[in-house]
């Protein structure tokens, strides 16, 4: 269906979801909502809870409260008619280890009652190919790599044209020529329409493929939006050149701004490096930059560059959740 109610309705959403183990709750309360062709960026660290929000979402754990619609169908009631339009990459599919990685696709597309039997050769061939997997095609899947096996878990995802992709963490384990083409085919199946519901740890995974983004801290969403609109949200801040910087780190902590430490007495053994400081300031309300500028002037300080920054995504994630970020690729 893609008439206008559908396309209108977001292609994820849930309200109070929330998700207890004993007395620990994992997800708390939250309202997702994934607009329709959108790549989706699920952030948090480990532990924050997003993969039991995924597991709930495709209806592979119970809620403990609240409601979840996928593709315009309430789950898990709609189950059996969602999960057809949905490729799902959650903690790897069990592949039998003494078959190939083409028998395994075959068996998991025979399983799926709406492929025809006709095109299965073909299809499990092509969706090999868009994973880069057709050289180890016909080699055990007990020989590949975890790379090669999350790969084959995207190609099983593929196997058929869905409307929903959900990826939980689909680079994991692959070596950065592998993530960067995972990466690119996310984008091209988000090129043709599909909507795509990414979950990772890594910020530069978000910040490259994404359009929107959510923050999970200890099972709350604390933040989404357009991945533009997160960023903005964010506390600007001023970066300074000058040889005169500890005058101007006082007169700018005097101004509201927090202000970096700066190199430690005598790191620098060229002269020019510490003659020539950087010096990096944010705060949390708007302000002039030309009275920044005034004010450091007034104070003699010596300006040779002056750039009023925007927070990036990383900043904005350690200011939600109060943790450091690994930005490794
Ligand atoms: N079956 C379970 N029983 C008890 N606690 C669980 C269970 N599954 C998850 N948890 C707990 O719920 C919290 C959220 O876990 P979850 O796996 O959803 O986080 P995550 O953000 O996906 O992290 P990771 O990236 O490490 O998978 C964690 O504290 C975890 O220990």
Do not use: W
């Not at 700066?262 to 010096?279: N, W």
Request: contains cysteine; neutral net charge; proline residues 5%.
């Amino acid at each position: 269906m893609t008439d206008d109610v559908s396309l209108a309705q977001p292609a994820i959403e849930t309200v109070g979801l929330t998700k207890r183990f004993g007395s620990h709750t994992a997800v708390d309360n939250i309202a997702l909502a994934v607009p329709r062709g959108s790549v989706f960026g699920f952030l948090g660290p480990n532990g924050s809870g997003k993969t039991t929000t995924i597991r709930m979402l495709l209806g592979l754990a119970g809620a403990t409260a609240g409601q979840i619609r996928v593709l315009g169908e309430e789950m898990p009631r709609g189950v059996s008619d969602v999960l057809p339009r949905v490729g799902a990459l959650v903690e790897g599919p069990a592949f039998y280890p003494f078959l190939s990685g083409a028998a395994n696709l075959t068996r998991l597309d025979s399983a799926n009652r709406r492929s025809s039997p006709r095109t299965r050769r073909d299809r499990v061939a092509e969706s090999l190919e868009r994973v880069g997997l057709s050289h180890v095609a016909r080699k055990r899947v007990k020989a590949y790599s975890l790379g090669m096996k999350q790969r084959l878990g995207l190609a099983n995802a593929l196997l058929a044209p869905r409307e929903l992709l959900v990826l939980d963490e689909p680079t994991n384990g692959l070596d950065p020529q592998g993530t960067r083409e995972v990466r690119n085919l996310i984008r091209s199946l988000a090129g043709g329409g599909t909507t795509v519901f990414v979950s990772s740890h890594l910020l530069a995974e978000i910040d490259q493929i994404c359009t929107h983004a959510a923050i999970m801290s200890n099972g709350s969403l604390v933040a989404q939006g357009t991945l533009e609109d997160l960023r903005r949200a964010g506390s600007p801040g001023v970066e300074l050149r000058t040889p005169d910087a500890v005058a101007a780190r006082r007169v700018l902590g005097s101004l509201g701004f927090e202000v970096d430490a700066g190199a430690p007495e005598g790191a620098s053994s060229d002269p020019a490096a510490s003659r020539d400081i950087v010096v990096a300031a944010h705060t949390d309300r708007a302000f002039a930059p030309e009275e920044i500028v005034a004010a450091l002037v007034g104070a003699g300080v010596r300006i040779r560059g002056f750039t009023v920054t925007s927070a990036s995504l990383e900043e904005r994630f350690v200011a939600l959740t109060g943790e450091g970020f690994d930005v490794a690729e």
